[in-house]
């Protein structure tokens, strides 16, 4: 077994996904927003899928996305305090309502199959 020197860790050897991946993205005033969600814990965090298929499975057909690399999705997130990014998460669920507050679901209105990216 080789002997760690000064203490440091090793780095590991693939650190990121390699290649472009699906982010979730909504429409904003200046066009797409990456959309951002909260981890169990409630920490803010970016989400982003190495396929799309596990992105549909996971928000639907609906979702609107684009394809960004990892690094330019910490760039993008990091001036807002975003600093995790959750690859292919395997759950997501509404927000739930505040205490004491009833929650009116409101519908959304999907994008139709070949709006895959953000409208313009």
Known sequence: MTQLLYGEDPEPSEPFPA?????????????????LFRTPLGHRTAVAFTSERTLVATL???????RLAEPALRALTAPLGVTTVTLDPQFAAPAAAPAGVLAVR???????????GCPA
Not at 60 to 66: H, K, M, P, V
Not at 106 to 116: I, K, T, Y
């Open 106 to 116: 409101q519908p959304v209105p999907a994008l139709r199959p070949a709006e895959r």
């Open 19 to 35: 290649g472009p991946l699906y982010v979730p993205v909504r429409p904003g005033p200046s066009g797409c927003t990456t959309r």
């Open 60 to 66: 639907g057909s609906g979702q609107a996305w684009i």
